[in-house]
């Protein structure tokens, strides 16, 4: 879907801009030392955008230092108290999040939309299902995709009434099918960019199913300019997970590509541990390379030739592939290795 584009920091999302990956620290703001640690972590890792929380004074004047210290954009999350917005705003931030739930009422959205139009500062409107307006859930009822698009654009309209459509918007839930309906249903509203995500989802192998399967499937669709793969675990997976996210679905293609067989009684090698072996030592995030990795010869050939680069193996021995021609064969682990270096010239393009 077609959205306008709006600029956070040096980066921009929407009007066909690269998707970009968000993630939020979980160290304590105001300890300015672990907090540009992570974030740097997390742009080593391939972060676009990085959130953080401010939930009083002092947090909002760390902004300014940490603002110094890192390179990619940085976004306050705001709850309850719309002063601690433009307190962030006026120390550097890069853009707003605030929950129109929790915010407060018409007055202090006006003035703090005030203070962003001043600085040319973008709001997120991020609608979570867990804290909507009472009214909306009494109509509606709990968790409600209506209720979220509707508490979206009741505080849209606000922004827009006072003149500000500097907007970028969310709509999470918890469930999978909840989400995807409330970001399907604004998609047909308003044209500002959406921030894509499931929140609250539970464990990490759960959260990255749950986010896979909503993000995946709003991303198909064509909505959503930038996401945030929701995880309790260190911020950096979000990052990897969102990645090979954008990787499955042909969104990015800034690194390799493994395809590896599920394995059967014809396998006569160990295919987990040579996968795992494989990943390890490929060169990562400098280029896109597919590489496929198959334990037989009944598909092996078939999907190697397919690939940039491939290996498949026998009992003893393996089969590299390269561009869809036979390249070398050789016992195993050997060959192995030789297929990993291979690889590596190609992504390197010293080949």
Excluded at 213 to 230: C, E, K, Q
């Amino acid at each position: 879907m077609k959205t306008r584009e709006v600029k956070i920091g040096n980066r921009a999302i929407g009007n066909g801009n690269p998707v970009l990956i968000q993630s939020m620290t979980n160290t304590d703001t105001k300890d300015t030392d672990r907090t540009v640690e992570q974030i740097l972590s997390l742009e080593r890792a391939g972060c676009d955008i990085v959130r953080f929380t401010v939930y009083d004074a002092a947090c909002a004047e760390a902004v300014e230092t940490i603002r110094r210290a890192v390179h990619i954009p940085i976004v306050a999350d705001i709850h309850f108290d719309y002063r601690l917005a433009i307190a962030a705003i006026e120390h550097g931030i890069d853009k707003i999040r605030f929950n129109p739930g929790n915010i407060g009422g018409r007055e202090r959205v006006e003035e703090l939309v005030s203070c962003a139009r001043m600085h040319h500062i973008p709001i997120r409107i991020g609608v979570n299902a867990g804290s909507l307006e009472k009214d909306l859930k009494e109509k509606y009822g709990p968790h409600s995709p209506e209720a979220m698009v509707e508490s979206a654009l009741r505080h849209v309209r606000i922004l827009e009434s006072a003149g500000f459509e500097d907007i970028v918007l969310s709509l999470k839930a918890s469930t999978v099918r909840d989400t995807v309906d409330a970001y399907r249903m604004i998609s047909k509203i308003v044209d500002y960019p959406l921030h894509v995500g499931i929140t609250e989802t539970g464990e990490p192998e759960s959260g990255v199913i749950k986010s896979a399967a909503g993000i995946g499937a709003l991303l198909l669709d064509g909505i959503g300019d930038t996401i945030r793969v929701s995880l309790t675990d260190d911020p950096v997976r979000e990052v990897e997970v969102a990645q090979k996210l954008l990787n499955a679905l042909e969104l990015r293609r800034d690194d390799v590509d493994i395809v590896s067989c599920p394995t059967c009684g014809r396998t006569r090698v160990d295919l987990l541990d040579i996968v795992r072996y494989v990943n390890e030592r490929l060169i990562h995030h400098r280029g896109y390379l597919k590489v496929a990795v198959m334990g037989c010869a009944v598909n092996g050939p078939g999907e190697s030739a397919d690939a940039d680069i491939g290996v498949c193996f026998g009992r003893d021995n393996g089969v590299i592939f390269k561009k869809g021609v036979k390249y070398k064969s050789g016992p195993v682990p050997g060959i192995i290795d030789e297929m990993i270096a291979e690889a590596n010239r190609m992504i390197d393009g010293t080949d």
